[in-house]
């Protein structure tokens, strides 16, 4: 009996780390119209709105009063997934996310400047069809994780400003998937064997598992650098750390009426008459029992990055961008996860890669009112082969923006900017490995997937 | 002024690392890779079988995965370019089988020392898509529902397709084409039951009514015509059962009992009759089945004086087998029609087989007994499997070379012959 409920551990487990992921993917570095607009380079040369909280905390200094920045990102994810087998298509439902981001900075001289900031670098989420066969990893999942990060920059010499942020996580997470009866392990039955050995067809839907979990918190920090050896040429770098967030929520169950009617004398009730299976699964439900709607934790970790980067201005109007990132998403080699009624947690690997990405951003203020922005970026995949999915479909990616910026008045102003985002085609699978299974083999198919973001921001300095 | 280079060379740098980024996102993405498009062309692209006993590869009163892997099934989507596993998907069993077929039907052996009940489920890994999903023991209305008071399934009917019917499980497949066996069960019960009920041999009651058979295949073929993505098929005639070596005709034991001077055959096992309809040459005899006959032989050939008279219920009468035969005959005109109305192939194994009938390499007129060492391996003939009346391994590449033959005459393909 127990290996029902470790079945659903491990499902549920694994679409927590790909959701994680998949905010990565996407591009959930969009913080700020302005520095999105040049494809996110920016840490040597932070925007001067007060996005600098996320990009730089180094970069708030060389400011006076005030700034308000607020704004939101909108993001049309699309995809779908074709079945080498079937050559069925499904198609990803996404319905458009929005992003918010908050700045508050103030500067109190040319050396100490200090802020708070609301971004969410981990938030989207996947909406697959119910008839997608992928339904068993997961079909509708959201994961959101808010930063507030106080912050304080200082200037201790006029080519060096150094940025300090505390940041505290706050994580929320919603998955829902479908459960295959043919995984299951036959009561009764020699260990190790499934329903799918005594002929339930894969894909037979009994159950809908729905795991939600919010309040989990977590600390780190954010620390940044800006080097101006001369008014041309600035460096910067930050590095944000890890956070770890302990998850405690609850997981629920729904029967699925199957509709199947085992024939008389088949294997699962031999001897008998026809045996309708539905009945067979209402009785996995009774309390205590392994669909039994129960407690269940996990933790994630967000892994750090690293950002290193340089500005170069040919002329006083134009700024040429290039940054480095490095995310460390090999912390998240392997997710537990508990329920309450296994003993043992689950433990699945992930094995995901560290991403390494360029930014190159250009930046031109064409007059005082106007500035015209544009960047491309590219990066590397986190996920190995083995784990493309539908709650990460993902793979290398090269994305684009186009934004321009508009002083609207002395005081306020607005940044509006276009990005696409381009992925690669990569094969992947649909559902999780069975015990013994190398999740490699699983791969049937090829997920394709892009997105359109649209970022505003505005910005008011009193 | 060096500074200035300097500079101009780094910003210049930087453009052109962006310019050249761009252009190489403007070149094409990876494509798809999804399964390509196999050698015998986009028409087998997923090429699903549907059947009984024989398309899924039961012999010798069993099935594992090397007797499915027999099937003529498995031989045709090689031969269109898929690959077993990959793009064509078989339900296999594990060794040694559910049952595990026999290695000697005189001593009643089965592989492994199994027994009848004995099943060693299926074999992992198990795909989510099934491309032969044929069942042994599927008359038409099996095909149709599992749960029709006509139908009768069987354990095989839940290991293999679970509570899905062949229909059900076809259309999850998305076919482009589809080839279909069916016609044997609904008369097979007439000689079969002389292994559970040898009284009942010849039974009428055992054969599905013509007229009910052309319904229930119409609602078949009415259930492949809704599934847009099949573009062909093939269907595959019933087998005329009393051609199986699991009967004999009453002459053969005549003949057997010349050389065996404690077998008295009785002239009763001589009638025969003309089959109505038929040609000049078209009589019907006397069968005789091989539990039953056998038995007798055996006594006989231990010198017991034994008689067998082809009078007793346990002996498929020339009025039996003229109705069995005509069953078959309306059956696969009902075929051959359904396939004319939608271009399809139809091939009358009767026809491949006929030549081959009563020639003791293929299809022996009368079975091999101990101690002719044939007993063990082909009694009934290199044709047959060992239960007399699935067909061998041999057997399944006729039938595959000559559903090759036609499907390329029909759709202008080139699949290569085996």
Redesign the interface.
């Not at chain 1, 199957?258 to 699962?268: F, K, R, S």
């Given at each position: 009996m127990r290996r029902y409920l470790v079945a659903v551990a491990g499902a549920l487990a694994y679409g927590i780390a790909a959701s994680s992921l998949t905010a990565q993917g996407f591009g959930l570095y969009e913080h700020g119209s302005c520095v999105m607009a040049r494809a996110g380079a920016g840490v040597a040369a932070p925007c001067d709105d007060a996005s600098g909280i996320f990009i730089n905390p180094a970069g708030l200094t060389d400011r006076r009063g005030w700034t308000f920045t607020a704004g939101a990102t909108i993001i049309s994810a699309f995809g779908d997934f074709?079945?080498?087998?079937?050559?069925?298509q499904s198609e990803l439902g996404n319905d458009p996310i929005t992003v918010p981001h908050v700045y508050i900075a103030y500067g109190f001289d040319d050396r100490w400047a200090a802020g708070v900031g609301l971004f969410v670098p981990y938030g989207l989420g996947t909406r697959w069809p119910l008839s997608f066969?992928g339904r068993f990893a997961g079909y509708d999942n959201d994961l959101r994780t808010v930063y507030v990060q106080p912050t304080l920059s200082v200037k201790p010499h006029p080519m060096v400003a150094l940025g300090f942020g505390l940041d505290v996580a706050i994580g929320e997470v919603e998955l829902n998937q479908r459960l295959d009866f043919?995984d299951q392990a036959v009561p009764g039955a020699p260990p190790g064997?499934?329903a799918?050995?005594?002929?339930?067809?894969?894909?037979?839907e009994f159950m809908d598992a729905r795991l939600t979990a919010s309040g989990a918190t977590g600390i780190g920090a954010h620390v940044g650098v800006l080097f101006e050896p001369?008014e041309?040429?600035s460096l910067g770098a930050r590095y944000i750390t890890r956070i770890t967030l302990d998850y405690d929520g609850e997981a629920q169950f729904r029967q699925i009426e199957?509709?199947?009617?085992?024939?008389?004398?088949?294997?699962?009730a031999?001897g008998m008459g026809?045996v309708p299976?539905d009945a067979i699964v209402l009785g996995l439900m009774a309390p205590g029992g392994p669909f039994a709607n129960q407690p269940a934790s996990t933790s994630i970790t967000m892994p750090d990055q690293f950002v290193a980067g340089i500005a170069?201005k040919?002329t006083p109007e134009l700024t040429?961008?290039?940054d480095w990132q490095w995310v460390h998403w090999t912390v998240l080699d392997t997710i537990a996860l508990s329920f309450d009624n296994v003993a043992t947690p689950t433990s699945l690997p992930q094995n995901y890669h560290n991403t390494n990405g360029?930014r190159?951003g250009?930046d031109w203020r064409a007059t005082d009112r106007w500035s015209f922005r544009g960047?491309?970026l590219?990066h590397t995949e986190a996920s190995p082969a083995e784990t493309v999915t539908p709650l990460l479909p993902e793979s290398d990616r090269?994305e684009?923006t186009l934004g321009v910026g508009v002083r609207f008045t002395r005081q306020f102003a607005g940044n509006f900017t276009y990005q696409f985002v381009?992925?690669?085609?990569?094969?992947g699978r649909?559902r999780n490995p069975?015990p013994?299974?190398d999740p490699i083999?699983l791969n049937?198919?090829?997920y394709?997937f892009a997105g359109h973001l649209f970022g505003i921001s505005l910005t008011w300095k009193p | 002024m060096r500074t200035r280079v300097g500079r101009r060379g780094a910003s210049l740098a930087l453009l052109t690392a962006i310019a050249l980024l761009t252009a190489c996102e403007s070149a094409p993405l990876i494509p798809p890779l999804g399964r390509p498009i196999p050698s015998g062309g986009a028409l087998f692209q997923r090429y699903l079988a549907m059947g009984n006993s024989i398309t899924a590869g039961f012999q010798s009163l069993g099935i594992n995965d090397s007797t499915q892997l027999e099937s003529y099934a498995v031989l045709l989507a090689q031969q269109f370019g898929l690959t077993v596993g990959l793009d064509f998907n078989v339900p296999l069993m594990n060794q040694p089988g559910c049952p595990p077929p026999l290695v000697n039907i005189f001593t009643q052996t089965r592989l492994a020392g199994g027994g009848t009940a004995d099943c060693a489920l299926r074999k992992r890994p198990i795909s989510p898509v099934i491309h032969n999903v044929s069942v042994p023991g599927a008359a038409v209305i099996d095909v149709l529902s599992h749960f029709d008071p006509a139908s009768s399934p069987n354990p095989l009917t839940t290991l293999l397709l679970g509570g899905q019917s062949q229909l059900e499980a076809a259309a999850a497949a998305q076919p482009t084409f589809v080839t279909l066996w069916v016609g044997f069960n609904d008369v097979l019960g007439a000689l079969t039951t002389a292994l559970t009920a040898p009284e009942l041999a010849g039974d009428p009651s055992f054969i599905t009514d013509p007229a009910d058979f052309a319904t229930r295949f119409s609602s078949v073929m009415a259930g492949l015509d809704a599934m847009p993505s099949i573009q062909g098929g093939a269907l595959i005639g019933a087998v005329q059962v009393v051609a199986a070596p699991f009967v004999s005709t009453g002459l053969a034991y005549f003949v057997a009992a010349q050389s065996i001077p404690t077998l008295t055959v009785l002239a009763n096992c001589l009638d025969t009759a003309p089959i109505p309809g038929g040609g000049p040459n078209d009589t019907a005899v006397v069968f005789v089945p091989f539990p039953f006959g056998a038995a007798k032989l055996d006594s006989a050939v231990a010198g017991v004086p034994v008689t067998l008279d082809c009078s007793v219920p346990e002996v498929i009468t020339v009025a039996e087998s003229i109705n069995m035969i005509l069953a078959v005959a309306q059956y696969n005109g009902v075929m051959a029609l359904e396939a004319a109305a939608r271009g399809w192939v139809f091939v009358d194994p009767n026809d491949l087989l006929g030549p081959f009938i009563g020639d003791p390499a293929f299809i022996r007129p009368f079975p091999a007994f101990p101690p002719d060492p044939a007993a063990e391996t082909e009694p009934f003939g290199s044709l047959l499997s060992r239960d007399g009346f699935h067909p061998s391994g041999l057997a399944h590449r006729f039938v595959a070379d000559a559903l090759i033959t036609a499907i390329n005459a029909a759709y202008g393909t080139s699949v290569p012959n085996l």
């Open positions: 074709t079945n080498d087998t079937t050559g069925v066969e043919f064997v499934i799918g050995q005594l002929g339930i067809p894969r894909n037979t001369t041309q040429i199957t509709g199947l009617i085992l024939p008389a004398d088949n294997p699962l031999p026809p299976l170069i040919p040429l961008l290039a360029i190159l250009v960047g491309v590219t090269n684009f381009a992925q690669n085609d990569r094969r649909m069975l013994g299974e083999d049937a198919g090829v394709e | -």
